[in-house]
């Protein structure tokens, strides 16, 4: 398995492979699991040197260079008698799989890997080996519908695409207790009584943290009851510090002349996520651009409503049927989500949110999504190298 160790969306999968008694070998310059276990070992991934030889033979013959430097990717297979290579989000390392001739090998795209791609900004030679990593994979795995067809626009060619969003302990965000919650509040000084909302993706203006505040400060005053917006600061990828963006939204917070109702939380580690989906009343979801995000997993799982702004990926998904889409740019429009939501909640409202919640209990447990993806595997290990890979019928 390749994937970024210090993201969370490497962590669940690969401890769900662990717990389902996989042996798994992690390449990636950072160990997820310093702490060794009988089925798990971690080589460190050395580095490519891609930016220096970009720069001196060109970007297309720089990366198929740093593919032979990383042949130590197809010796750590040889070496360790390696059954079936999983890569999580879509980079150089899925192409130097490629080039090392690895089979079976299955790719996770988690979103931006694939969106930035399409953007009229994105680098041609970059573009060029992530189609053709694309065109190498036995598997792809996506978590939302309209990727596949991105994915056959980026490797010019049909390729094989199964829809299966990341799974979740659905049980710990179902369990947290009303004491727990109270403590959340409390330390977020936040009163037991007050409507809060949560913004809980990561604080960069990519997640549209800005337009959140905006829309919460036009819809505050209409408001029937105290409210509360909750921005998350923690991230094992960006750290804990007050980064530039963090500076301008607070800003932004004085200038709106709201800094009373705004909480930053510094203290939500993962362990902790379920706990802050606990404390508050409504998840706020506003990216530039998205896949499937987990947070309408873990939202749904703790029995929270969601106004969200609408991505072509959230269609004919469970989004769609309980949660509150807006359109993008329409700040105006967001701002009266917030006040339906707050002001107006109804009995059919808490009807969709127990069907939501019972919806990703069945779907979306971390084991049901584990069940799928050794079945996935199992399909690859039993196929000759020759024979295609097809998805799941209701999965195509």
């Given at each position: 398995?390749?994937?970024?160790?210090?993201?969370?969306?490497?962590?669940?999968?690969?401890?769900?492979?662990?717990?389902?008694?996989?042996?798994?070998?992690?390449m990636?310059?950072?160990?997820?699991?310093?702490?060794?276990?009988?089925?798990?070992?971690?080589?460190?991934?050395?580095?490519s040197?891609?930016k220096?030889?970009?720069?001196?033979?060109?970007?297309?013959?720089?990366?198929?260079?740093?593919?032979?430097?990383k042949?130590?990717?197809?010796?750590c297979?040889?070496?360790?008698?390696?059954?079936?290579?999983?890569?999580?989000?879509?980079?150089?390392?899925?192409?130097y799989?490629?080039?090392?001739?690895?089979?079976?090998?299955?790719?996770t795209?988690?979103?931006?890997?694939?969106?930035?791609l399409?953007?009229?900004?994105?680098?041609?030679a970059?573009?060029?080996?992530?189609?053709?990593?694309?065109?190498?994979a036995?598997?792809?795995?996506?978590?939302?519908?309209?990727?596949?067809?991105?994915?056959r626009?980026?490797?010019g060619?049909?390729?094989?695409?199964?829809?299966?969003?990341?799974?979740?302990?659905?049980?710990?965000?179902?369990?947290?207790?009303?004491?727990?919650?109270?403590?959340?509040?409390e330390?977020?000084?936040?009163?037991?009584?007050?409507?809060?909302?949560?913004?809980?993706?990561?604080?960069?203006?990519?997640?549209?943290h800005?337009?959140?505040?905006?829309?919460?400060?036009?819809a505050l005053?209409?408001?029937?009851?105290?409210?509360?917006?909750?921005?998350?600061?923690?991230?094992p990828?960006?750290?804990n510090?007050?980064?530039?963006?963090?500076?301008?939204?607070r800003?932004?917070?004085?200038?709106?002349g709201v800094?009373?109702?705004?909480?930053?939380?510094?203290?939500?580690t993962?362990?902790?996520?379920?706990?802050?989906?606990?404390?508050?009343?409504?998840?706020?979801?506003?990216?530039?651009?998205d896949?499937?995000?987990?947070?309408?997993?873990?939202a749904?799982?703790?029995?929270?409503?969601?106004?969200?702004?609408?991505?072509?990926?959230?269609?004919?998904?469970?989004?769609?049927?309980?949660?509150?889409?807006?359109?993008?740019?329409?700040?105006?429009?967001?701002?009266d989500?917030?006040?339906?939501?707050?002001?107006?909640?109804?009995?059919l409202?808490?009807?969709?949110r127990?069907?939501?919640?019972?919806?990703?209990?069945?779907?979306?447990?971390?084991?049901?999504?584990?069940?799928?993806?050794?079945?996935?595997?199992?399909?690859l290990?039993?196929?000759?190298?020759?024979s295609?890979?097809?998805?799941?019928d209701?999965?195509r």
């Amino acid at each position: 398995m390749m994937a970024p160790g210090n993201s969370v969306h490497a962590q669940r999968p690969l401890d769900d492979l662990l717990r389902a008694g996989i042996a798994v070998t992690f390449m990636d310059a950072i160990d997820p699991r310093p702490v060794r276990t009988e089925h798990y070992r971690y080589i460190r991934l050395p580095r490519s040197g891609i930016k220096f030889l970009r720069r001196i033979f060109g970007a297309t013959l720089g990366y198929r260079i740093s593919s032979w430097i990383k042949g130590s990717i197809g010796r750590c297979r040889k070496d360790y008698a390696i059954d079936l290579v999983h890569v999580h989000w879509l980079d150089q390392r899925a192409f130097y799989c490629v080039q090392e001739g690895l089979h079976p090998l299955v790719i996770t795209i988690w979103g931006s890997d694939i969106n930035d791609l399409l953007l009229p900004k994105a680098d041609p030679a970059y573009r060029f080996i992530i189609g053709e990593a694309l065109r190498g994979a036995d598997l792809i795995i996506a978590d939302a519908r309209d990727m596949i067809e991105k994915c056959r626009q980026l490797a010019g060619s049909p390729v094989p695409v199964t829809v299966l969003p990341l799974g979740i302990d659905t049980t710990r965000y179902a369990a947290i207790d009303l004491q727990i919650r109270a403590g959340w509040r409390e330390r977020l000084n936040i009163p037991s009584e007050a409507y809060v909302l949560y913004s809980p993706r990561i604080l960069t203006a990519f997640y549209g943290h800005q337009t959140i505040l905006t829309a919460f400060a036009l819809a505050l005053s209409r408001l029937a009851q105290p409210a509360y917006l909750v921005f998350k600061r923690y991230n094992p990828q960006i750290g804990n510090a007050v980064s530039p963006f963090e500076m301008a939204l607070r800003a932004q917070v004085s200038e709106l002349g709201v800094s009373e109702r705004i909480r930053i939380d510094d203290a939500v580690t993962r362990e902790e996520v379920p706990i802050a989906f606990a404390g508050c009343d409504l998840v706020i979801n506003y990216p530039e651009q998205d896949a499937f995000p987990i947070t309408f997993i873990e939202a749904a799982a703790s029995g929270k409503g969601v106004v969200s702004i609408n991505h072509p990926s959230y269609r004919s998904t469970f989004a769609e049927e309980y949660f509150t889409l807006t359109a993008p740019g329409d700040v105006g429009a967001l701002a009266d989500a917030i006040v339906g939501a707050v002001n107006a909640p109804s009995t059919l409202t808490q009807i969709k949110r127990q069907e939501a919640q019972r919806y990703v209990r069945q779907e979306h447990d971390e084991a049901a999504v584990t069940a799928k993806l050794l079945t996935c595997y199992q399909q690859l290990l039993s196929q000759s190298p020759a024979s295609p890979v097809t998805a799941p019928d209701h999965e195509r």
